[in-house]
């Protein structure tokens, strides 16, 4: 699994998004955010790992 960093693009807030595919793949991501309390457009900022190590 991969985290991904996501913003939504409505509001402004950030979140992580933890899937199994490619985020990058996408162009827009709408997704729900609990903050508009709807469906927006959201980017992908990147990935999270610096906080794991094997
Ligand atoms: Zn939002």
């Known amino acids: 699994m991969t985290k991904w960093i996501i913003k939504c693009e409505v509001c402004g ?30 980017k992908v900022l990147g990935v999270e790992d610096k906080t794991e190590r094997v």
Do not use: M, S
């Open 13 to 42: 807030v950030t979140r992580i998004l933890d899937v199994g595919f490619n985020l990058f793949e996408f162009e827009k991501l709408y997704l729900y955010c609990r903050q508009c309390g709807e469906n927006t457009p959201h």
